[in-house]
């Protein structure tokens, strides 16, 4: 069981931008889908770092409210009624007061509270930090990010949401490429600290 930040990226680390579009990762040609809301069983034949072989292994999923909301405009966009598309047991963090939703629960506060929820309901199994990049970023900051597994698209986008913004030194452990994606896994090894020249 590990603490997963699975995203895609824009080559210059960014996983939205400055609108808060991703029209550049759907753009991206690929046999990954490492937007995929559809949950569907790996097929054995998928490259190792493929987005299905990843969900396969989720067992609980933790995002930020902006996700979360982003999720929602897009899944909703053709006035279709909003369903939470995970069935895995997922947490929205967020100060604010959504109307209850359901199949997520919304949680305030400090990461290291929520952590030991997210295991528990994982039994066993991965946890999903979907993003932002600070939300995964606060899981850093306690030791308690283990891996970091992006999709890169051939794009940069000159501003937009950062991917994970912290100074962290990663392991890499395995790179793949899916079509215009490049597959990348890491262990997050720790802080990476300031030398001065
Ligand atoms: N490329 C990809 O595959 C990918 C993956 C994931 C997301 N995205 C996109 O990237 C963007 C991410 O947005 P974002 O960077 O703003 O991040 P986000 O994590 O989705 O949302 C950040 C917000 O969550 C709330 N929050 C964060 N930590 C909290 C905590 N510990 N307790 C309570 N509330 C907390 C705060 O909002 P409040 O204080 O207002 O509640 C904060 O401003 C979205 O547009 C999303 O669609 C892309």
């Known amino acids: 069981m ?6 895609a990226t824009s080559l210059d680390g960014y ?8 029209s ?32 396969a292994g989720v ?18 966009k053709d006035g ?23 199949g997520v629960e919304f949680f305030s506060g400090d990461v290291t509270d929520l952590h030991p929820l997210l295991v528990d309901a994982a039994d066993g199994k991965d946890v999903w930090i979907v993003g932002g990049g600070d939300l ?6 306690h030791g308690l990010l283990d891996q970091v597994w992006v999709h890169q698209c051939p794009v940069v986008l000159g501003s937009g949401r950062p991917l994970l913004p912290r100074r962290l030194r990663l ?15 890491f262990d997050v090894v720790g802080p990476e600290p300031r030398v001065s020249t």
């Not at 996983?15 to 991703?22: C, H, K, N």
């Not at 890499?172 to 896994?185: C, D, N, P, S, V």
Request: hydrophobic share 35%.
């Open 136 to 141: 995964a970023g606060q899981f850093a900051d």
């Open 2 to 7: 590990a603490t997963i930040f699975c995203t």
């Open 59 to 76: 067992g609980s999923i933790v995002c930020g409210i902006n996700t979360f909301e982003w999720v929602r405009r897009d899944l909703t």
């Open 80 to 102: 279709t009624p909003f369903v939470w598309p995970y069935t895995e047991p997922s947490w929205i963090v967020t100060h604010r007061d959504p109307a209850p939703v359901e």
């Open 171 to 185: 392991h890499r452990q395995k790179i793949e490429t899916h079509g215009q994606f490049t597959a990348m896994l």
């Open 24 to 55: 550049w990762l759907f753009a991206t040609s690929g046999d990954a889908d490492p937007a995929g809301y559809t949950p569907t069983e790996p097929d054995p034949s998928l490259p190792d770092l493929h987005f299905d072989r990843f969900y």
């Open 15 to 22: 996983i939205a931008d400055d609108e808060e579009s991703l």
